[in-house]
Every structure is written in structure tokens, then in C-alpha cells.
């Protein structure tokens, strides 16, 4: 029997979370988007809650490190990426001494879970290169590989990633379910329930490897436009892969991703193990996004970004991926018209006009209403280097 | 209808990795001569021998399954999922696990007979020959074990995880490693004759012809090498690193890449010959057959030889690693979540 104790709380906010925004969104005064329905949570009670929880030692701090020379002909140099993310930790934490900067985080006795995202793969997904220098800094901090775990939500998008022959001997690498519908990975008490369109399954479950497989979580999201969300960044990537089920949060035209992402982030243990955020932005796939791999809209940015708020992050994320659609002519991430509206994905992965969803970009915002970090930009201290 | 099989009996029918090479010619599967859903997502490949085919599951099951009625022979359960291509040998079926174990099985009734330990998962499948068993492990070891007993012959530490399936031929074995370097290895001692490094981990197993050894690696090169020194004889850039392990046929290799292109090379210049974009990634080894290469990629592939036209594809769920087995009149695969077909 489990003898733990759980405790459910509504987020009854999930419409307030949103509704500033919607507000003043012609969709909403059209009555195009229907209203966020409540949002129940389920989690142990008592977790002791941890100082490093999000938004961490560093709230309101990113650190940007561009580097040209980080990604040529589609490759990203591991040398590169190794002196961009070096000093990336140096200006985080004003450590001089490298080891002593990753151990801010990591104390020897954790098991490490490396979060990465794997669901653009091959064409944009975290870089083994990158997740190879994370590895390196977390052994720095004096880790051993055996309890250092690279993981994902489904298996099958590791595997064409390759990451199990590109880490080093001793790190495990494992998916959290194998197919669309196994179960066995997740926590049958600790959730999210919401009814969002009359599904059968109305339960999100937080994964094992989360509640106890691990107990520090470094987040290494892409850099990527989202259909449903509006960008997927370190938010998404750590909400929404961690919880099962949460394909159902968005169904053709609408998204619920505002605010199930943030409400899912805040849950714990989820909220304290994640304490360092490193954006891999080698690549910026700005239109297309979670899965294209039209590489017509995949752009060598060329840069890191490290932090412990992952909202500040996902904040200066969607103001590059704005400028990138604008510079490129496509619609904003805010755009709510329905003419831009398809369900054909050969449209979709060919046209930057076009889209599935009114996009949610508003639910990193949301996430900063649940305390997960500052989406206010003048309040983001945004400390950009230039390496080459 | 009596199938007209051959045996398949490891990764790509043989230690050539020839693929069968069926000299026959082209028509089109016409139906599903019977299908049959196994516990667990498949990953590895299926191999034949008789009228048994056995195919391995990440549910831990080997399932030997009767070619002619298309039913569950028997099924041994492992201690751990099952990515390993099986191969065979004397009357067993030897497969790696992702406890580390190689395990190997009488092939007729499905019982043990033995079983050893690597440190870390085994992906890759045992290559027999003369004996002996050749697999890597994540465990960075490249083993040589006997197949009467599973007893080490010898282990050799490489610089990194292996997913790359070796390639044994007079003595020598050829293997990819995690760490980014070609190896060339005595097959009886284990000792490193030379190594070439290419700019990235390699997961694709080599094939071997005329000398040369050829494999892709994740740098998103096609490397040809000098199979006595490892010199490097020509290189071919494709669009994305390449995990498919390349099939030869006559002056042609062809191989897969990441960004769903099959690429058809000159196996002396390393020219491209053709390059047809199929899926929206090629993980998968082709096998050729005649004058037709089977790939899954998402979807199921034939596409012609000669010109890397489509022939014929049919969506039968999504695989992107495993390879088919390819008779003179029936093609048998495995889709991703653990769908067996048989086509005629």
C-alpha cells in the first residue's frame, strides 16, 4: 500500500491566469476560444519543499552566450559549445572556479536527470554535444555517470536521436513510456485533471523517474515555435514531459497549453528537483514547430541560454522567435486569425502563414502568476556574451 | 500455401549483411498473408529459420512465431527488454538484453541454455562465427564469447559505448564505437590493429566488400576505409548523421540518413549514383532483394535499385529501425508497436 499522503488543490485560476490576456484578444471577444475549464491537482503532502525550487538561486537572470561558431553546415561543435556553456555557469553564478559554479546545484550524492528534448528529432532536438558537456560539468560537481540519467517521455524519439551511443559509459538513458498508451512509468497519485474537450482520460500523471528516480533535474529544452503553445521552451519541455496524457490539452483549433503548462511545472516534487535551465539555441526552428524538420524554417542562432527561472528564459525565447517570424514575414505568435487556421499539415510544414491552433504563447506569462519566475521584461536581467 | 522460405538467420540474413539477395524479379506485395500483434513495441529485427520466425520485444519476450499459421510457437521471457537483433547458431537463438545479459535459447522449444553478463545494455546483435559470438555492450566491451556455454574468450575496452553490430570476416572484426572511432580488432584475441576517428559517435555497423569496410557515422560522413589499416579510401557528406547500416550490391552501397534520404553510391569512388528522399527519417538498414530495396522509414519501402524510385509503400505502423525479412514469395516485418505482418 502506498503510504504517502496526497492532497488535491483546484486551480480555479486557470481562467484568471489567462484572462488578462484574453481579454484583449478579438478571438476571445469572438467567442472563438472557449473558457480554461477548472484544473485539479493532486500531490504528496509534506514534500519538503527545496530552495532551489523554480525559480531558483537566480531569479529574473539570463545568461545568453552566442557563439557563430557553435553550429556549421547543420553540426554543432562540441569545443564550441563546451567554452559557450563554461562560461555560460560563470556568469550564472559569478563562480570563477567551474566545479564550484555547477555545485550551486549538484551536491555528489544526487541522481541527476537530464531533461532533454527529443521530439524534433533528427532535425532539432537537445544536443548530444551539448548534454555531453552538462555531463561533464555535473561529474565536475562530483557525480558519478552511473547516477546521472538522460531521459525523455517517449523512447522511440531518444533512440533516433541516438543519445544512448553518444553519452559517455555508465550514464543511463531511458524513456518514460514506450508507446502512446503505456502507463507504467507514472505516478498513479500525483496529477493533473482537467476536462478540456470531453475526453475519456481526463488524469496527466507525473512520471517516476521524476517522484523518484531522480532528485535534481537539470532542463535542456530546444529553442522552438510551437503550434499549440506558441514556443516550447524550458516550461514546456519540463511541464509537458513530465506529465503523461497532455496531448489532449489541445484540440484543432484551440489550446489549453495556457495555463496547464505552468500549473503542471508548479507541481512538486517537479517544481524543487528542477534546478538549472540550459536552452540549447544552436538551432531556432521558428516556424513549424514542435516536430517540422523543414529545415527552411530551422535557423542556426548560434547560442546558450542558462538560468534557474525558467520563465525569464521562455520570455527572451519567444521575443527571438518574434523577431525571427517578423523579420521573416510570418504572423506573430499572437496572431488569433482564423483565416491563418489549417488542418492540413502539408500546409502546416510548407507555409509560415498557416497554423493548427490559436497559439498560447501567454502561458509563460501564466506560469509567472504562479511564482515559477518574472515574465516582466523590464524586471529579466538579461546579461548577453558575445564570444564570437 | 507453402512458403517458399529461406532461412534468415542473423541481421540482414548473413555475416555478409548481404540481404538474401533474391534474384528475382519485381511485383508488388498483394496482401497480408497473416498478421499478429506481440506484447511490446518491436525494435530489433526478425530473423528466420525454418518455419520459425523469432522476433524480440522491449517487453522482454523473444516470440518465435510459425511462418505457416502465423501463431505464437512459444515465447521465452527476459529479464529485461529486448532492442537486440537475435542471430543463430547450431540450434540456438542468442540475443542481447538491456540488463547487459546475452541470453541464449534453443531455438525449437524456447528454453535457456545459457546465459552472461555485460556491464550495460546490448543492443547490438551477436555475430557468430566458428563458434564464437562477437556483440558489443553500452558497457564500452567488445565480448567474444563460445556459443556451447556463453564462456568469455575475451573482452576489449574501446573508448565508448557500443551500438554498432561488428562485422567479422577472415579473422577480423569491424566495429563502430560511441566514442567517434572505426575499430579494426583481431577476432581471436581482441587486440586493436587500428582505428580511424570520424568527427562524431557512430551507431551504424559496417559492411565489407573488396577490402574496404564501410559505415556512417553521426558526423553525417560515409567513411570507406582500408579494411588492413583503416585509411580512409573516400568520404561521403550526407544531409544527417547516419545510424543505417549500409547493404551492398554489386558496384553499389546504399544506406539511409537521418534526413529520410536512401543514397545509392559507387562502392569504388564513392560517387553518388542516386539519392531518393522517402521518409522523415532512415534509421532502419535497407536489404536489398533483386533489383528492389526494402526499407521501413515511417512507412514500408520498395524502391527500385537502380534509380531510387518508389516502387510500392504501405503505412504498417511507423518502424524506423527494424529491417524485413525477404523471401522469394513472402516479406515478414515488425512495426514499431509490436504489429508482425506477413506480405505475399
Not at chain 1, 129 to 134: A, G, K, L, N, P
Not at chain 1, 365 to 376: C, D, I, Q
Request: with cysteine; charged share 20%; glycine share 10%.
Amino acid at each position: 500500500m502506498d503510504r504517502r499522503a496526497f492532497v488535491k488543490r483546484s486551480c480555479l485560476g486557470g481562467l484568471a491566469l489567462s484572462l488578462d490576456h484574453w481579454g484583449t484578444s478579438p478571438a476571445f471577444d469572438q467567442d472563438l476560444i472557449p473558457p480554461v475549464p477548472p484544473i485539479h491537482v493532486s500531490e504528496p503532502v509534506g514534500t519538503q519543499v527545496s530552495p532551489l525550487r523554480m525559480p531558483g538561486l537566480y531569479p529574473g537572470r539570463v545568461v545568453e552566450i552566442s557563439d557563430a561558431r557553435s553550429i556549421a553546415a547543420n553540426r554543432v561543435s562540441q569545443a564550441v559549445v563546451r567554452e559557450m556553456l563554461e562560461q555560460g555557469m560563470r556568469e550564472l553564478t559569478e563562480e570563477k572556479v567551474l566545479h564550484r559554479a555547477w555545485s550551486k546545484f549538484i551536491q555528489p550524492q544526487d541522481v541527476v536527470g537530464i531533461k532533454i528534448n527529443p521530439s524534433g528529432a533528427p532535425a532539432c532536438c537537445s544536443s548530444p554535444e551539448i548534454v555531453r558537456e552538462i555531463i561533464t560539468g555535473v561529474q565536475s560537481a562530483g557525480v558519478p555517470a552511473r547516477n546521472i540519467l538522460v531521459y525523455d517521455r517517449y523512447a522511440y524519439e531518444m533512440d533516433i536521436g541516438s543519445y544512448q551511443a553518444l553519452v559517455p559509459k555508465g550514464v543511463r538513458v531511458t524513456g518514460i513510456q514506450e508507446g502512446k498508451l503505456d502507463t507504467s512509468g507514472y505516478d498513479p497519485n500525483i496529477f493533473c485533471e482537467a476536462n478540456f474537450f470531453g475526453e475519456w482520460e481526463t488524469r496527466s500523471y507525473m512520471a517516476n523517474i521524476v517522484v523518484s528516480g531522480v532528485t535534481k533535474i537539470i532542463n535542456v529544452p530546444t529553442m522552438k515555435d510551437h503550434s499549440a503553445a506558441g514556443v516550447t521552451g524550458c516550461l514546456k519541455n519540463l511541464g509537458y514531459g513530465t506529465f503523461n496524457n497532455v496531448d489532449r490539452s489541445h484540440r484543432r483549433p484551440f489550446s489549453f497549453t495556457d495555463p496547464l503548462i505552468g500549473i503542471m511545472c508548479s507541481v512538486e516534487p517537479l517544481r524543487s528537483k528542477a534546478v538549472l535551465h540550459i536552452m540549447d539555441g544552436t538551432r531556432m526552428v521558428w516556424h513549424g514547430g514542435p516536430l517540422t524538420q523543414n529545415q527552411n524554417f530551422i535557423f542556426p542562432a548560434g547560442l546558450i541560454m542558462v538560468g534557474t527561472d525558467p520563465v525569464a528564459i521562455d520570455t527572451i525565447e519567444l521575443e527571438k522567435i518574434e523577431a525571427k517570424r517578423s523579420k521573416e514575414g510570418a504572423p506573430s505568435v499572437w496572431a488569433r486569425d482564423p483565416q491563418s487556421l489549417t488542418s492540413d499539415s502539408a500546409a502546416f510544414y510548407q507555409d509560415a502563414a498557416k497554423n493548427f491552433f490559436y497559439r498560447q504563447p501567454h502561458h509563460i506569462a501564466a506560469a509567472g502568476k504562479l511564482g515559477l519566475g518574472v515574465s516582466e521584461r523590464k524586471l529579466i536581467e538579461h546579461k548577453l556574451v558575445h564570444i564570437s | 500455401m507453402t512458403s517458399n522460405q529461406q532461412n534468415w538467420p542473423t541481421l540482414l540474413c548473413n555475416n555478409a549483411r548481404s540481404g538474401g539477395q533474391v534474384p528475382q524479379p519485381w511485383r508488388a506485395p498483394r496482401r497480408v498473408r497473416w498478421q499478429i500483434r506481440l506484447e511490446g513495441a518491436v525494435r530489433g529485427s526478425p530473423i528466420l529459420d525454418g518455419e520459425l520466425l523469432y522476433v524480440p520485444s522491449l517487453a522482454g519476450f523473444l516470440n518465435a512465431i510459425n511462418i505457416r499459421t502465423g501463431r505464437l510457437q512459444w515465447k521465452f521471457k527476459a529479464t529485461a527488454a529486448i532492442h537486440s537483433t537475435p542471430s543463430l547458431s547450431l540450434g540456438q537463438v542468442l540475443f542481447g538484453c538491456d540488463d547487459g545479459k546475452v541470453i541464449a535459447i534453443d531455438a525449437a522449444s524456447g528454453t535457456k541454455c545459457w546465459e552472461m553478463a555485460s556491464e550495460d545494455e546490448v543492443w547490438t546483435s551477436p555475430v557468430i562465427q566458428d563458434r564464437t559470438a562477437f556483440f558489443g555492450s553500452a558497457d564500452g566491451n567488445l565480448y567474444a564469447v563460445g556459443t556451447e556455454a556463453g564462456a568469455q574468450q575475451w573482452k576489449q575496452m574501446l573508448g565508448g559505448r557500443i551500438y554498432s553490430t561488428g562485422h567479422v570476416v577472415k579473422g577480423r572484426i569491424f566495429v563502430g564505437c560511441g566514442d567517434g572511432n572505426i575499430y579494426g580488432m583481431d577476432a581471436a584475441t581482441g587486440q586493436v590493429l587500428w582505428k580511424t576517428e570520424t568527427g562524431n559517435g557512430i551507431d551504424c555497423s559496417p559492411a565489407l566488400a573488396n577490402d574496404t569496410v564501410f559505415i556512417g557515422s553521426q558526423d553525417f560522413v560515409f567513411y570507406a576505409l582500408d579494411a588492413g589499416c583503416g585509411t580512409v579510401r573516400w568520404r561521403y557528406e550526407a544531409e544527417l548523421g547516419i545510424t543505417s547500416a549500409p547493404a551492398i550490391s554489386g558496384e553499389l552501397i546504399v544506406f539511409g540518413c537521418k534526413a529520410g534520404t536512401l543514397h545509392a553510391l559507387h562502392i569504388r569512388t564513392g560517387k553518388a549514383i542516386w539519392k531518393s528522399r522517402i521518409g522523415q527519417t532512415i534509421m532502419a538498414p535497407p536489404v536489398i532483394s533483386g533489383s528492389v530495396v526494402w526499407i521501413q522509414a515511417g512507412d514500408t519501402f520498395a524502391v527500385n535499385l537502380f534509380d531510387g524510385r518508389v516502387l510500392w509503400k504501405a503505412n504498417l505502423g511507423n518502424s524506423v529501425q527494424s529491417a524485413p525479412v525477404v523471401t522469394e514469395d513472402v516479406v515478414y516485418l515488425a512495426s514499431m508497436e509490436g504489429e508482425i505482418y506477413a506480405l505475399e
